[in-house]
């Protein structure tokens, strides 16, 4: 494992100017993959698995776990919330739109990434919902929200696993924010959050989530599960949509359909 970079002195003087920065290392990561560090960290809430994609297919350079928000932005029904757990305190958004919201969000939470370190090491991830189109557009939304779901949701992981599908290499991220008063106190307290979660991922797989694993795989999910649409009608909406796309009337769009399942 690479030492743990920045060294104290120049994260020091960065903390005193209030900048937010990242405290990272590497190492080859040979013998882990995304699927089974996300896997070890199961219990991690809003743990997430990012992979890159490029032409359709072919998998990108970079896969990206993220945990540990400090930051979740989410928007429903016009309103936005900021739930920002390092000052343990929750915003909402009054007098502006969703979109505007979010501009706001990004500009404030632009980072010197370092140059040793992929760019995706930090930032904001998250969706957007169909509903979302109406701070796009001046579209009408027809049908009634049932599912009673955030519109949009973003969060700001405070700690990523990067790893490197080039050159096989896994960077561990944290991001500091300038909140105690003793620089080396934070230093600290984020040099233990990288060593407690490269521990996390060096444990073997449990045993109970291998077998969980095979399980999922040999049981029928489909089983007992009912949908909001049958089978022939969105086969229908699908021969629909290729009409219209063969038409020029739409180039792209997304079916979907309901699947509930008693627990």
């Given at each position: 494992?690479?030492?743990?970079?920045?060294?104290?002195?120049?994260?020091?003087?960065?903390?005193?100017?209030?900048?937010?920065?990242?405290?990272?290392?590497?190492?080859?990561?040979?013998?882990?993959?995304?699927?089974?560090?996300?896997?070890?960290?199961?219990?991690?809430?809003?743990?997430?698995?990012?992979?890159?994609?490029?032409?359709?297919?072919?998998?990108?350079?970079y896969s990206v776990i993220g945990l540990k928000p400090d930051l979740i932005w989410e928007c429903n029904n016009k309103n936005c919330k900021i739930v920002d757990k390092n000052s343990k305190r929750n915003f909402y958004e009054k007098d502006i739109t969703p979109l505007n919201s979010l501009r706001k969000l990004i500009k404030n939470n632009k980072l010197k990434i370092p140059d040793e370190i992929p760019s995706i090491s930090s930032g904001l991830f998250g969706f957007m919902g169909y509903e979302m189109i109406q701070y796009f557009e001046k579209v009408a939304l027809s049908k009634k929200d049932n599912l009673k779901l955030p519109e949009s949701v973003f969060i700001r992981p405070s700690m990523t696993l990067v790893f490197d599908n080039v050159n096989d290499k896994l960077f561990v991220t944290k991001?500091?924010?300038?909140?105690?008063?003793?620089?080396?106190?934070?230093?600290?307290?984020?040099?233990?959050?990288?060593?407690?979660?490269?521990?996390?991922?060096?444990?073997?797989?449990?045993?109970?989530?291998?077998?969980?694993?095979?399980?999922?795989?040999?049981?029928?999910?489909?089983?007992?599960?009912?949908?909001?649409t049958d089978y022939n009608d969105f086969k229908k909406m699908v021969e629909k949509a290729k009409k219209l796309i063969f038409e020029g009337e739409i180039f792209q769009v997304v079916l979907s359909r309901i699947f509930k399942k008693k627990n």
């Open positions: 494992m690479d030492i743990l970079k920045p060294d104290f002195n120049l994260f020091k003087k960065k903390y005193k100017l209030g900048q937010r920065q990242i405290l990272y290392t590497s190492f080859a990561a040979d013998v882990h993959t995304p699927v089974s560090s996300l896997i070890k960290l199961e219990n991690e809430s809003y743990a997430f698995l990012f992979e890159s994609v490029e032409k359709g297919s072919q998998k990108g350079r991001t500091v924010s300038p909140n105690e008063k003793d620089p080396i106190k934070s230093f600290n307290n984020a040099k233990k959050d990288i060593l407690n979660l490269i521990k996390k991922i060096n444990e073997p797989l449990d045993k109970k989530s291998l077998e969980l694993q095979n399980f999922k795989r040999n049981v029928d999910v489909f089983k007992n599960v009912k949908s909001n």
